[in-house]
């Protein structure tokens, strides 16, 4: 997600620097459109959101920060 708030920001950037007049209103967008998507994102990262380990013995999405799988038990080395 933070990657695309700052691709949104960049190319709002460029379009404002390119052609003021005509590049005010999109690229304007394209910046108040990547704060809170910046934001959600650094909020999803600090806790742990959307980010996944594989179980290697049951091949089970789960969080990264458990060190055991709650479907089969197995214990990761931390």
């Known amino acids: 997600m933070l990657t695309v708030a700052i691709a949104l920001l960049v190319v709002g950037i460029i379009l404002i620097a390119i052609n003021p007049m005509v590049g005010l209103v ?3 967008f394209l ?3 990547a704060i809170p998507i910046g934001v959600i994102g650094l909020i999803a990262k600090r806790f742990g959101i959307g980010y996944q380990k594989r179980c290697p013995e049951c091949m089970t999405k789960i969080p990264l920060r458990d060190s055991v799988c ?5 214990r990761y080395e931390t």
């Open 26 to 28: 999109p690229g304007g």
């Open 31 to 33: 910046i108040l459109l």
């Open 70 to 74: 709650r479907h089969c038990g197995y």
